[in-house]
């Protein structure tokens, strides 16, 4: 299948961005490449959003519900677990799919995406899909893994840990980390380079990133090169602070568009408060499951992307401003007219594919 975008919108959005600072940080805005309105939904999501606005007017809200019953994680997971990219690499890649043994015996699965002509000893981007810890799969973000190594000639390698509330916390983090230690040891076999593992993961696959991250530096292992977080969950807990602090009006929305923007934000910003209750614990004020509360300095360079009418952005640009004011190197790109999950729709969204470019750039300039 091909894009459901001219190819030229791409080259638009790279054309058209610009920095700028926001809550203290420095970002790099990526405009809507072909319309110009301030606060307004990408006129692609536009059209996705005005269907399911009609569809939820017919549906009752109880379905939309988010909580740890069985019923309505059998429903959300139906949601969460829906491939949205359109197929843009059908051929030069291959997909080995493979198993990990954790601690207790769990064979974890792992896919590994190569292109037909790697480069040798090859950066690995280890990206772990987000699902607010309960949903989601590799499959999900395949196409971007595809786009990447197809593209950069490195490889990439997805995980699907095992998930919440059936796996409670710390099982699926444990998952994530004990692959990134089977990496460490493992990645000349794949043929990639220990040295260059870089690890990243959108929304709750942020929030796993960050405790790879974290459980490599208290280990002593330093296994990660970089960090890369997609819209990711970093105040779990709720920190409040002048940075955290969070108001409606601190987002564009154009009013001719607002009816759409709005109940998306809303809705992730009560969505949060379910997250612990998913993964079965009360200890959620720690940096394993609120990186934001204890930022380290050690941290690696690290790559943060957003978009304009995601509530995740708020504290996403708290996160960049400790990261900065720690010394820790930190890009982030801000995508106008976009909200949450963008990298799920890679031939959809030309700001998906350019975000993938991006993931390229940066792994290309912090490698060893």
């Given at each position: 299948?091909?894009?459901?975008?001219?190819?030229?919108?791409?080259?638009?959005?790279?054309e058209k961005a610009?920095?700028?600072?926001?809550?203290?940080?420095d970002?790099?805005?990526?405009p809507?490449p072909?319309?110009?309105?301030k606060g307004?939904?990408?006129p692609?999501?536009l059209?996705?959003s005005?269907?399911?606005?009609?569809m939820?007017?017919?549906?009752?809200?109880?379905l939309?519900?988010?909580?740890?019953?069985?019923?309505?994680?059998?429903?959300?997971r139906?949601?969460?677990?829906?491939v949205?990219?359109t197929?843009?690499?059908?051929?030069?890649?291959?997909r080995?799919?493979?198993?990990?043994?954790?601690?207790?015996?769990?064979?974890?699965?792992?896919?590994?995406?190569?292109?037909?002509?790697p480069?040798?000893?090859?950066?690995?981007?280890?990206?772990?899909?987000g699902?607010?810890?309960?949903?989601?799969?590799?499959?999900?973000?395949?196409?971007?893994?595809?786009?990447?190594?197809t593209?950069?000639?490195?490889?990439?390698?997805?995980v699907?840990?095992?998930?919440a509330?059936?796996?409670?916390?710390?099982?699926?983090?444990?998952?994530?980390?004990?692959v990134?230690?089977?990496l460490?040891?493992n990645?000349?076999?794949i043929?990639?380079?220990?040295?260059?593992i870089?690890?990243?993961?959108d929304?709750?696959g942020?929030?796993?990133?960050l405790?790879?991250?974290?459980?490599?530096?208290?280990?002593?292992?330093?296994l990660?090169?970089g960090?890369?977080?997609?819209?990711?969950?970093?105040?779990?807990?709720?920190?409040?602070?002048?940075d955290?602090?969070?108001?409606?009006?601190?987002?564009d929305?154009y009013p001719?568009?607002?009816?759409y923007?709005?109940?998306?934000?809303?809705?992730?910003s009560?969505?949060?408060?379910s997250?612990?209750?998913?993964l079965?614990?009360?200890?959620?004020?720690?940096?394993?499951?609120?990186?934001?509360?204890?930022?380290?300095?050690?941290?690696?360079?690290?790559?943060?992307?957003?978009?304009?009418?995601?509530f995740?952005?708020?504290?996403?640009?708290?996160?960049?401003?400790?990261?900065?004011?720690?010394?820790v190197e930190?890009?982030?790109?801000?995508y106008?007219g976009?909200?949450?999950?963008?990298l799920?729709?890679?031939?959809?969204?030309?700001?998906?594919?350019?975000?993938?470019?991006?993931?390229g750039?940066?792994?290309?300039?912090n490698?060893v």
């Amino acid at each position: 299948m091909s894009r459901k975008y001219e190819q030229q919108l791409v080259t638009a959005i790279k054309e058209k961005a610009y920095h700028t600072t926001r809550r203290g940080v420095d970002i790099i805005v990526k405009p809507i490449p072909d319309f110009d309105e301030k606060g307004a939904m990408d006129p692609r999501l536009l059209k996705s959003s005005k269907k399911m606005s009609l569809m939820m007017k017919f549906m009752p809200k109880s379905l939309m519900k988010m909580d740890s019953s069985p019923k309505s994680i059998q429903r959300l997971r139906k949601i969460f677990n829906h491939v949205d990219s359109t197929e843009i690499i059908s051929s030069g890649f291959k997909r080995d799919n493979r198993t990990v043994k954790a601690d207790d015996g769990y064979e974890i699965p792992i896919s590994i995406f190569k292109s037909d002509t790697p480069l040798e000893n090859a950066p690995i981007l280890y990206f772990i899909h987000g699902g607010g810890f309960f949903a989601g799969s590799t499959d999900v973000v395949a196409e971007a893994l595809k786009l990447f190594v197809t593209t950069t000639n490195m490889i990439a390698v997805g995980v699907d840990y095992r998930l919440a509330p059936e796996n409670p916390y710390p099982a699926g983090h444990n998952d994530c980390y004990t692959v990134l230690k089977w990496l460490g040891d493992n990645a000349e076999a794949i043929g990639g380079d220990a040295r260059n593992i870089f690890v990243g993961g959108d929304s709750a696959g942020g929030n796993l990133t960050l405790y790879c991250s974290n459980r490599s530096l208290e280990d002593g292992l330093n296994l990660v090169r970089g960090q890369l977080l997609f819209y990711p969950t970093v105040n779990m807990g709720g920190v409040k602070d002048a940075d955290t602090a969070f108001s409606i009006t601190d987002i564009d929305i154009y009013p001719k568009h607002e009816k759409y923007i709005k109940p998306g934000i809303e809705m992730f910003s009560q969505a949060t408060n379910s997250l612990s209750d998913l993964l079965g614990t009360t200890e959620v004020m720690t940096k394993y499951l609120t990186p934001y509360m204890d930022v380290s300095k050690d941290s690696p360079v690290t790559f943060i992307s957003s978009g304009e009418h995601d509530f995740l952005t708020i504290e996403s640009l708290a996160y960049a401003k400790k990261l900065n004011q720690l010394g820790v190197e930190t890009t982030f790109t801000y995508y106008c007219g976009l909200g949450h999950a963008y990298l799920d729709h890679i031939g959809n969204y030309p700001q998906a594919e350019d975000c993938v470019a991006d993931i390229g750039e940066f792994i290309k300039k912090n490698r060893v």
